[in-house]
């Protein structure tokens, strides 16, 4: 079975702690993105990542993407939403189907 993490700034991701959750606090890209290799090596399925670290690594991201695991995926943080998760998933629809029909 996958584990599923969440990494971010500390106060957008530890409630996550509480529902079994591996939570992984990261403030820089360059953090992050070791954190994110990390999570992989060891199996992690899901990895959930605040909007705003997301912002800051998107060149790693587009990486993963092309991946089929783990699949990383971003979370509005405590800041609230940037709208970043949503064009990803717009962008990630566009490459698997051909066309953007969002």
Not at 14 to 22: D, I, K
Not at 84 to 93: A, D, E, T
Request: aromatic residues 6%.
């Amino acid at each position: 079975m996958y584990k599923i993490a969440v990494m971010g700034d500390r106060d957008s991701i530890y409630g996550f702690a509480a529902l079994g959750l591996s939570v992984v606090p990261a403030e820089q890209p360059e953090e992050a993105a070791r954190c994110l290799r990390r999570l992989a090596e060891e199996g992690y399925g899901v990895i959930y990542i605040t909007e705003s670290l997301a912002a800051q690594m998107e060149e790693e991201l587009d990486r993963w993407r092309s991946q089929p695991l783990p699949a990383v995926i971003p979370i509005p943080g405590i800041r609230g939403n940037t709208g970043l998760g949503m064009r990803m998933v717009h962008k990630s629809v566009e490459q698997a189907v051909g066309s953007d029909i969002l």
